[in-house]
């Protein structure tokens, strides 16, 4: 079974940068796309970031150029770098690993853009 736990959120001013981390246990991360997901307040979930098992990454419109997906097979985490924050990235960020047949997720970890 595979388990994941993301740390890295917080509390950060507007423009600031968070580093998010995402531990596997339990399966190689080398199989799995990766992929970050955030839910704010009253919203749906939605994806932000994705890195297929190949190497293929794509963002979110509204993340592109501020937010950076990557990973360290080695380690078994998945990153998310995320840069020139604003208020309404304000969310809980869940990292999940999938392949056709499976998908997992993280708890999630808290991020808030405030001054």
């Known amino acids: 079974q595979v388990q994941l736990v993301e740390s890295g959120g917080g509390l950060v001013q507007p423009g600031g940068s968070l580093r998010l981390s995402c531990v596997a246990s339990?399966?190689?991360?080398?199989?799995?796309?990766t992929a970050w997901y955030r839910q704010a307040p009253g919203k749906q979930r939605e994806m932000v970031a994705v890195e297929t098992s190949g190497g293929s990454i794509s963002y979110k419109d509204f993340v592109k150029g501020r937010f950076i997906i990557s990973r360290d097979n080695a380690k078994n985490t998945v990153y998310l770098q995320m840069n020139s924050l604003k208020p309404e990235d304000t969310a809980v960020y869940c990292c999940?690993?999938?392949?056709?047949?499976?998908?997992?997720w993280g708890q999630g970890t808290q991020v808030t853009v405030s001054s």
């Open positions: 999940n690993l999938a392949t056709k047949y499976d998908s997992y």
């Open positions: 339990g399966s190689a991360l080398g199989l799995y796309t």
